[in-house]
């Protein structure tokens, strides 16, 4: 599996545009900004992926 979209949903990576209101195992959610820290942290996970 891919990284996630370094901007998609703290807590499942989806893209805001067509997030809508998703189901998981902690309960439904809507697309919630993601912080400094996990932007950064899929940012490196996408680049070391394509090495």
Do not use: K, L
């Given at each position: 599996m891919?990284?996630?979209n370094p901007m998609g949903c703290a807590?499942?990576?989806i893209d805001q545009r067509g997030h809508g209101i998703q189901a998981g195992a902690d309960g439904s959610h809507t697309w919630e900004q993601p912080t400094p820290?996990?932007?950064k942290e899929r940012m490196l996970?996408?680049?070391?992926?394509r090495a």
């Open positions: 891919s990284a996630p807590r499942c990576g820290e996990q932007i996970a996408r680049r070391s992926g």
